[in-house]
């Protein structure tokens, strides 16, 4: 994998002390394709963060046991209910989070989708995300540069759009 993007600082959120030391977390998102489009989560809602409304990628922690596309197809399977196939790494970008004393790799892929169950949120989840949509991705880019977002919504938007801008670039251009 390369990096696509050095580390998005968080400049918004003071370091919480309490926390302890700053630790690495593995994560992995993922650009959904079906139809020419791919999914982002709205989500929309409040918590440690402050009152949020931004989009996002489907993904979340690697958990100990797992590599990487393990945790790709629980994670998918948690927030959407999606099953998913023909998985490609786009790369990795890392963000920090100021509020947990961490700091995320987000291991990036795209993947088609290949069948739909039931989402398995947890109860943080159910509070923040709303529906997810589908965009190309000249929507997807358009919709991140023009979309007023505050605070981590901006670090977010920041973080996907950079992966979403490689991914068009780098990947689906080379494949025409």
């Not at 990487?68 to 629980?74: D, H, I, V």
């Not at 023909?86 to 790369?91: A, Y």
Request: hydrophobic share 35%; glycine share 8%; charged share 35%.
């Amino acid at each position: 994998m390369k990096e696509i993007y050095p580390i998005i600082k968080d400049l918004y959120y003071p370091v919480d002390e309490t926390q302890g030391k700053f630790y690495i977390r593995q994560a992995v998102r993922a650009f959904l394709f079906k139809d020419d489009k791919f999914l982002l989560i709205h989500i929309n809602g409040t918590d440690k963060f402050g009152k949020r409304d931004h989009y996002e990628t489907p993904g979340g922690g690697v958990e100990s046991g797992e590599d990487f596309k393990e945790s790709l197809c629980r994670e998918i399977d948690e927030e959407t209910g999606f099953k998913i196939k023909n998985i490609k790494e786009i790369g990795k970008i890392s963000i920090e989070y100021n509020l947990f004393n961490r700091i995320d790799v987000e291991n990036f892929y795209y993947a088609e989708v290949s069948g739909k169950g039931e989402q398995h949120l947890l109860d943080y989840e159910k509070e923040l995300f709303g529906s997810y949509e589908w965009f190309s991705i000249d929507e997807a880019l358009e919709m991140y540069k023009n979309k007023k977002v505050t605070k981590v919504g901006s670090m977010i938007h920041e973080r996907d759009m950079n992966a979403l801008l490689y991914l068009k670039r780098f990947i689906l251009d080379a494949s025409n």
